[in-house]
């Protein structure tokens, strides 16, 4: 009943499977969304995951967490890493992980066998592992509650169920793994049948959980304090538990992550089965949250199976006891169900993945050369191809069959996906410095490859037999020959490390270094450049692929060899865009080269591809030099481009910065001749009363004495105005010129203030001003040249008492410390300064124009020059204090302030004197 | 990575994560409950949901983030 059901699912496989296929071929994708693509790539949670996660929770604690951690972390990366390598693989129809990195060191033969070698030895145990699942879990759902108790050896394997499940399972995959030639054409309808597994295992794990926690337990709060009262779940789930502690930790970390990107099922789910590239985005969240609802329920499981089983009981079928424990009939199905979806859809994608590679860089190359087949038959190949595929898959599933019959009893199911894991990490330096690093060469990644393979088969694949009896396990404690130091599982006396981590770093450390270390010392052939430019620059917006050959040939030789290798309907798309009736005789254009080339690789891989073009192209067939110049002129025009912006915007700035001096500079010019004019002015106004006094005492003789005298006054107080004048325009043009000499000493503002309201104080009263004084500090020591300073107070004084109010006019002097400064203040009670005008009456020559005229009863108001209040603020600037206008506080008018920093203590001023004054030690 | 800041803003979240879920960091929760479970495990899940929240939102919300762009 079970394996019918079992077969049954499998059925229900091949029904959507052929319906995805029905709907491409309609062009109605199904699997042309990101969650199906999200989906897809949970292919990653295999029966390890369904069956191991629990045992690996109950066994070692949290660590199993870290298996998904790590893919976490490189989905998050996705949108860099994987978008580069599905472009690429676009670009360059990729057909499976060991194409990649053969295309990516000058389409290498040799390198991609190595790929393809390493693959099966390291992923043929994890396809045995899945089988061993499926069978396991059989034998439980069948015999319980009596123990499996089974002895695969003792069967003969006509008896065992995995062997027709594998059977079933090669049937399937040929069906729908090999419908086309073109590897790199995606296989639609087995998409859609993995994304509906990944659905089923991740329904199926959670129906348990929550029968588990919910129904089995009051809830997870019950199960967990009945956990913690159980003394063997002490410390379970602490650090404590996992295997090498922190630094397993990390050691597993880092193996997941780079597993992750290099497993060949992964790479065919990533990157060639990826139908658009922004599906990438919305799978870099969505995988990692289909992962952490996949181990929701991992620890509660494991927990109560810890509670509730026998001791004795195989932790990795807890998922399957608990539900049989409690008497259920569907729930236990449902599961098993559930774990076969796991298996099978990881054995299918890497079966796929597997024989494509066995098939396009290990069988092909060698019937490439082998003479007979060559130069022979002339006969139709592609049927071969599909044919030698078929052959390989089969091969495959007997050899992952082989290996479960013959040593599967001896491991349990997560020790042969973590040395899985190890052995696939070994693409990742190839892989992932191939994309990011221009200098690695072919012959750096092919003895970095052999290099960690080697290690990874000394420290972990050669104890692993040793430990399954297969071998002497006298090496492992005492070292090869009673070398200590050469013990696979503390190598060179590293100890105390998880064996996982101890053989990732040994045989990362040799793959890196020697990837790095040959690289460096070894020479790119002029093809291995450009593959390198085209793959670390992929992500370039502006990289157009360069048509490579240059070559010669005619259309049928070059129809020939396609219609041999592709059939018929395959090469009629290379050569669409030709004309039907040209000659056989025609030479093909370049583009029609690269397109046959193309097509070729999606079919056979592209060094397989690349002989083969190479064998009917004559001369040189492909001119490298100019392809390489091609990108690199493109890289060059990029940087010139960027430099010739980045010029064009400094102009720019420049120009416009010599715009506003041109006009601040015009501005200026203005200026200057308003100034002359209005000095000008100044100057007549006293000049030409002086002149007309004169002419009148010259003139007339006969005047009286007092009107003599009183001429001659007038005539005197106008040469002291124009001589004050004059010597105000001197001031100012030393300031302007920076060449007014101050002589700044410390002295006392209070003073000063006082000293200047006592000279002011005569002047103002004739004038009947009222002059307050408010100075609340006794001492006031400022920085300053008491001469200038005094002038500015006067000069402040004195235009207070001009612009005071008509009555009873007011003068306010007031100085406050103020945070840092004194403040000196003079407000008056005069109409005020409106706001528009308060930095107008800086300007030279400003006069504030009088307002209250048309009351009729102005106050004759002295004239000033309109000089004072420039000229003391930039005396008062120069001494490194401000001086502005305000609303006044007090009296209501207007308010200039005048603020200056306190001097220093004297002891200080001298430090710093002293220090300015240090000569330089050089 | 069509704005430079969506690039910039995945590598801080990546590195945020790979600090979440390394030793430095996990070593203040691995401590028992009262009863003697580890924090560690609650911990760690919820981590794992922060980084997916935020990630989920970086790459659904951008058109709505423009300004910052």
Redesign the interface.
């Known amino acids: 009943m079970v394996l019918g059901i079992a077969f049954g699912y499998l059925a229900l496989l091949f029904v959507i499977a052929a319906w995805g296929d029905r709907r491409a071929e309609q062009g109605r994708s199904v699997i042309g969304s990101p969650t199906v693509y999200a989906l897809s790539i949970a292919v990653y949670c295999t029966a390890w995951t369904f069956y191991g996660s629990v045992g690996r929770a109950a066994e070692y604690g949290p660590s199993f967490l870290l298996i998904y951690l790590g893919p976490t972390l490189a989905m998050l990366a996705s949108p860099f890493v994987i978008r580069k390598m599905v472009r690429i693989a676009r670009a360059q129809r990729i057909t499976s992980i060991a194409d990649f990195i053969s295309a990516r060191y000058g389409k290498s033969g040799g390198l991609g066998a190595l790929v393809a070698l390493i693959a099966l030895i390291g992923i043929t145990p994890y396809i045995a592992l899945q089988l061993k699942a499926i069978t396991l879990s059989h034998a439980v759902l069948m015999n319980y509650p009596e123990p499996p108790g089974l002895r695969l050896v003792e069967e003969a394997f006509w008896d065992d169920k995995s062997f027709w499940v594998a059977l079933v399972l090669a049937v399937f995959i040929i069906l729908f793994g090999t419908r086309y030639l073109d590897a790199s054409e995606r296989h639609e309808g087995m998409v859609a049948a993995i994304a509906f597994e990944s659905l089923v295992k991740l329904f199926a794990f959670l129906a348990v959980g929550v029968f588990t926690v919910f129904v089995l337990f009051n809830g997870p709060g019950d199960l967990f304090a009945r956990a913690a009262a159980h003394p063997q779940l002490n410390g379970a789930l602490s650090l404590e538990a996992v295997p090498g502690g922190g630094v397993g930790w990390v050691g597993t970390l880092v193996l997941a992550f780079l597993a992750f990107l290099s497993l060949p099922r992964q790479f065919q789910v990533l990157v060639v089965e990826n139908v658009d590239e922004r599906h990438i985005k919305r799978a870099s969240w969505l995988f990692p949250l289909y992962l952490l609802a996949i181990n929701l329920f991992v620890i509660p499981i494991a927990l109560a199976g810890v509670l509730l089983g026998d001791p004795g009981g195989d932790p990795d079928s807890f998922v399957l006891t608990l539900p049989l424990s409690a008497g259920l009939e569907g729930l236990p199905l449902l599961v098993f169900i559930g774990g076969l979806s796991a298996a099978t859809g990881m054995v299918i994608v890497e079966t796929i993945a597997l024989s494509t590679m066995v098939s396009n860089h290990l069988v092909m190359p060698l019937l490439l050369r082998s003479p007979r087949l060559h130069l022979g038959s002339r006969g139709d190949l592609s049927g071969w191809l599909l044919g030698i595929r078929r052959v390989a898959i089969v091969m495959i599933l007997l050899l992952g069959y082989l290996y479960h019959a013959l040593i599967g009893d001896s491991y349990s199911l997560v020790t042969i996906g973590l040395v899985s894991f190890a052995a696939a990490t070994q693409f990742a330096p190839a892989l992932l410095l191939g994309l990011y690093w221009r200098g690695a060469t072919r012959v750096g990644a092919s003895l970095g490859l052999i290099a960690g393979f080697s290690v990874w088969v000394y420290t972990l694949l050669l104890p692993g037999f040793a430990q399954s009896g297969w071998l002497d396990d006298a090496f492992l404690t005492h070292g090869p020959m009673g070398l200590a130091w050469l013990r696979p599982y503390a190598l060179f006396g590293l100890e105390g490390w998880d064996i996982y981590s101890h053989s990732l770093l040994w045989s990362q450390l040799a793959n890196v270094g020697t990837l790095v270390g040959v690289s460096l010392f070894t020479r790119q052939s002029r093809l291995e450049q450009t593959q390198a430019a085209l793959f670390t620059e992929a992500l370039h917006t502006s990289l157009v692929y360069p048509s490579l050959w240059q070559g010669q040939t005619t259309r049928g030789e070059l129809e020939a060899l396609l219609n041999r290798y592709l059939g018929a309907p395959a090469t009629a798309r290379v050569f669409a865009g030709l004309e039907r009736q040209a000659s056989k005789d025609q030479a093909v254009p370049p583009e029609v080269i690269a397109r046959a080339e193309q097509a070729l690789a999606g079919a056979l891989g592209n060094a397989s591809a690349r002989v083969l073009i190479n064998s009917v192209v004559r001369g040189e067939a492909l001119d490298l030099e100019a392809v390489l110049s091609i990108l690199d002129t493109t890289s060059q025009m990029l940087e010139y481009n960027r430099q010739l912006e980045q010029k064009s915007r400094e102009l720019a700035e420049i120009g416009e910065e010599l715009r506003s001096a041109n006009e601040r500079l015009r501005e200026l010019d203005r200026l200057k001749d308003e100034f002359v004019a209005m000095v000008s002015h100044e100057l007549r106004t006293p000049l030409t009363s002086i002149r007309a006094f004169a002419e009148i005492l010259r003139d007339s003789r006969d005047l009286p004495e007092d009107k003599q005298r009183h001429f001659l006054d007038v005539v005197v107080l106008e040469s002291q105005r124009l001589s004050r004048l004059i010597e105000e325009i001197l001031d100012l043009a030393r300031l302007e010129s920076g060449r007014l000499t101050l002589h700044p000493q410390r002295l006392n503002l209070a003073a000063l203030a006082r000293h200047s309201v006592d000279a002011v104080h005569r002047v103002q009263e004739d004038r009947g001003v009222a002059l307050d004084v408010e100075i609340t500090a006794d001492e006031a020591p400022v920085i300053g040249d008491p001469d200038r300073l005094e002038q500015v107070i006067i000069n402040l004084l004195d235009n207070a008492g001009k612009f005071a109010a008509d009555e009873d006019p007011r003068v306010l002097l007031r100085l406050e410390h103020h945070k840092g400064h004194y403040r000196l203040s003079v407000e008056d009670n005069g109409p005020g300064i409106g706001e528009e005008e308060r930095e107008q009456v800086f300007e030279k020559f400003h006069q504030i124009e009088q307002h209250g005229a048309s009351s009729g009863q102005t106050r004759r108001r002295p004239r000033g020059s309109g000089l004072g209040l420039p000229i003391s603020r930039g005396i008062v600037a120069h001494l490194g204090g401000r001086l502005w206008v305000e609303n006044a506080p007090t009296l209501g008018g207007a308010c200039l302030v005048m603020e200056l920093p306190v001097a220093p203590a004297d002891s200080e001023r001298q430090e710093v004197a002293k220090a300015n004054k240090t000569p330089p030690e050089r | 990575?069509k704005t430079p800041r969506l690039?910039e803003r995945?590598v801080a979240?990546?590195v945020l994560?790979?600090l979440l879920?390394?030793?430095p960091l996990?070593?203040p929760f691995?401590r028992?409950?009262?009863?003697?479970?580890?924090w560690?495990?609650l911990y760690?899940?919820l981590a794992?949901?922060v980084?997916?929240a935020l990630?989920?939102w970086l790459?659904?919300h951008r058109h709505d983030d423009q300004g910052g762009a």
């Open positions: 990575m690039g995945l979240l990546i994560a790979v879920f390394s030793p996990i070593l691995d028992a409950t009262n009863g003697g479970l580890s560690l495990p760690l899940f794992w949901g980084v997916i990630a989920a790459m659904e």
